[in-house]
């Protein structure tokens, strides 16, 4: 079955950078695309990017630029987000989620990690 | 980036119960919208995409309509299971933009 397991909590300082990766099994990794989507109390559900595992291409929300990377590692069927420059506001839960068609890029998200909570504090 | 307006935020409802969420769009998305169900804890799931088609194996009783900048999600007979709380989103342009929320309780 397919399955996406995040690693584990992490704890930051403000002015750090954070990389959340992301195991795929059930599938075949590079056939689907991977989103990074964080979840906030104030901000609600964000969506931050994707990544396509087969050629490496991605695209980041305008407001992640600049700080975001998406990467993929085929050969472990892993899919990392690193986020640099870390204020309080970045504190959340981050969630890396699967494009529901091979091959092509959809924004519908049919099977998610169990998320990673990321707090940023001093 | 498009703005996603759910409304209502909250509703208390019974089991049984048809339930009908809003969700508006700053501008027109065509039919670019997702539904999704999230239970406290878990990551979200896909119900709805393209405003109407029911995703696999999500029961019958979840439906969606709506195009260009109104949608609607709809529960008939709601059931124990479907206590949560439903998002929506827009796949159409920018910044994939999600609703702010709308939780479902019991009465």
């Known amino acids: 079955q397919v399955q996406l397991v995040q690693s584990g909590a992490e704890v930051k300082k403000p002015g750090a950078s954070m990389k959340v990766s992301c195991k795929a099994s059930?599938?075949?990794?590079?056939?689907?695309?991977i989103h990074w989507i964080r979840q906030t109390p104030g901000q609600g559900l964000e969506w931050m990017g994707w990544?396509?595992?087969?050629?490496?291409?991605?695209d980041y929300a305008q407001k992640f630029q600049g700080r975001v990377t998406m990467t993929g590692d085929t050969p472990l069927s892993t899919a990392y987000m690193e986020l640099s420059r870390l204020t309080s506001d970045d504190s959340a839960v981050y969630f890396c989620?699967?494009?529901?068609?091979?091959?092509?890029?959809?924004?519908?998200?049919?099977?998610w990690g169990q998320g990673t909570l990321v707090t940023v504090s001093s | 980036d498009i703005q996603m307006t759910q409304s209502p935020s909250s509703l208390s409802v019974s089991v049984g119960d048809r339930v009908t969420i809003t969700c508006r769009a700053s501008?027109?998305?065509?039919?670019?919208l997702n539904w999704y169900q999230q239970k406290p804890g878990k990551a979200p799931k896909l119900l709805i995409y393209?405003?109407?088609s029911l995703q696999s194996g999500v029961p019958s009783r979840f439906s969606g309509s709506g195009s260009g900048t109104d949608f609607t999600l709809s529960i008939n007979s709601l059931q124990p299971d479907d206590f949560a709380t439903y998002y929506c989103?827009?796949?159409?342009?920018?910044?994939?933009?999600f609703g702010g929320g709308t939780r479902v309780e019991i009465k």
């Open positions: 990544i396509n595992p087969h050629t490496g291409g991605t």
């Open positions: 501008q027109g998305i065509r039919t670019y």
């Open positions: 059930g599938y075949t990794f590079s056939d689907y695309y």
């Open positions: 393209d405003a109407s």
């Open positions: 989620a699967r494009d529901f068609k091979a091959y092509q890029l959809f924004f519908s998200l049919d099977y």
């Open positions: 989103q827009q796949t159409y342009i920018g910044a994939r933009t």
